[in-house]
T-cell receptor, first 112, second 118 residues
């Protein structure tokens, strides 16, 4: 059974810091891994999608990497800003299914 | 509309009543997913539709839950005889395509319906 874990559960950093959020999954047979952010009381906003054949994706200040063999993904946020404060979720779609299995999230607070 | 829309945004119902939640996916997206987000349970998959194929209902928690997708577009999630443990945010997502043997495409989420059962 696929399980997804995110560490840390919560993180508070001063503005301008570079930071790394971690996601690990127990079964390396996946189709995709997708990172989302969720603001309080809101839905999910897609950040980056990494397909199983890819190693990383970049969008602006965000970079996500995928190491399927070790069951890990990292989301790197450069030069963090207060507007980055949100909960970050990773989700994997196990090979053979199309549903997402979500991690429990990392709650990020960037202090001005 | 440019994104996935859901209605109502909030629903308060009495225990034992039936509720219907609606999802309008992004135009042209053939795959539609329902998820539930509740305190202590995180975000969990409920059901998935792809085109005319039989839906994957493996995440539905009980037979009180059902969903349909009419005309390959709009979907309705129905909860019968609601219980207090059904209180959660119900999220709908759609993706362009998800085919066997091919990497799934990016899922786009709606704002959710917050269901409160009193």
């Amino acid at each position: 059974k696929q399980e997804v874990t995110q560490i840390p559960a919560a993180l508070s950093v001063p503005e301008g810091e570079n930071l790394v959020l971690n996601c690990s999954f127990t079964d390396s047979a996946i189709y995709n891994l997708q990172w989302f952010r969720q603001d309080p009381g809101k839905g999910l906003t897609s950040l980056l999608l990494i397909q199983s054949s890819q190693r990383e994706q970049t969008s602006g200040r965000l970079n996500a990497s995928l190491d399927k063999s070790s069951g890990r993904s990292t989301l790197y946020i450069a030069a963090s800003q207060p507007g980055d404060s949100a909960t970050y979720l990773c989700a994997v779609s196990p090979a053979g299914t199309y549903k997402y299995i979500f991690g429990t999230g990392t709650r990020l607070k960037v202090l001005a | 509309g440019a994104g996935v829309s859901q209605s109502p945004s909030n629903k308060v119902t009495e225990k034992g009543k039936d509720v219907e939640l609606r999802c309008d996916p992004i135009s042209g997206h053939t795959a539609l997913y329902w998820y539930r987000q509740s305190l202590g349970q995180g975000l969990e998959f409920l059901i998935y539709f792809q085109g005319n194929s039989a839906p994957d209902k493996s995440g539905l928690p009980s037979d009180r839950f059902s969903a349909e997708r009419t005309g390959g577009s709009v979907s309705t999630l129905t909860i019968q005889r609601t219980q207090q443990e059904d209180s959660a945010v119900y999220l709908c997502a759609s993706s362009l395509v998800a085919l066997a043997g091919v990497n799934s495409y990016e899922q786009y989420f709606g704002p959710g319906t917050r269901l409160t059962v009193t």
